[in-house]
């Protein structure tokens, strides 16, 4: 997918008197684009679109007008687009019980190494690879970006009418599969056609 630019952002202004349509709109493409696997992970398959709209929404909450610190922005939030034939995903990892948040994510520890996270198409798998520095030897975040590169059988194979998608999640500590939407998997051959 091609990195989103200065030109691509409304301005700040702008984006204030569209920001309730504009939210709207992407709402209801991440609701094709989210996925729950299980009770404590869910993952939302990041494009061109719901990066835009997360620079959007930071450089309104910080009101960044500096064209220095808007590309900073740029830098950062470019790195979780897909790249060509790749999905890619923010996992949260979600609890809920206050009283135990230290407990249950720590829990967690390793989820971002080795084959935790897998995409299905039919009975073809393949395996996200997390991006560092989201996690220590003693500590966990709860955020996490993950990409998928399918192999070009993979893709065929989700092409196919009929064919089931799942999302699984293996992990010592949690393991849950859960089926993928049509919707989501059209979101995904867009996606992987650029």
């Known amino acids: 997918m091609m990195a989103l630019t200065k030109a691509d952002l409304l301005s700040y202004e702008d984006y204030e008197r569209s920001r309730d349509v504009f939210r709207k709109r992407i709402i209801d493409l991440k609701q094709r684009r989210r996925l729950s696997v299980g009770d404590k ?4 398959f990041e494009n061109r679109e719901t990066i835009q709209f997360q620079i959007q929404e930071m450089i309104r909450a910080e009101r960044i007008v500096d064209p220095d610190k808007v590309q900073g922005e740029l830098d950062v939030y470019n790195a979780l687009l897909p790249g060509e034939g ?11 019980d206050s009283d135990h948040i230290e407990r249950d994510l720590d829990a967690f520890q390793g989820i971002d190494r080795g084959q935790t996270v897998a995409l299905r198409a039919g009975s073809l798998a393949v395996y996200g ?5 989201h996690s220590k030897e003693d500590k966990i975040s709860a955020v996490h970006f993950v990409k998928f590169c399918p192999s070009s059988e993979w893709m065929r194979a989700l092409a196919q009418g009929g064919t089931s998608a799942s999302v699984l999640v293996h992990h010592p500590a949690y393991r849950r599969e859960a089926d993928v939407p049509e919707e989501m998997k059209q979101e995904w051959l867009a996606d992987l056609r650029g």
């Open 129 to 133: 690879q997390f991006e560092g520095g």
């Open 86 to 96: 790749e999905l890619s995903a923010t996992l949260f990892i979600e609890i809920t």
């Open 41 to 44: 992970i869910t993952l939302l």
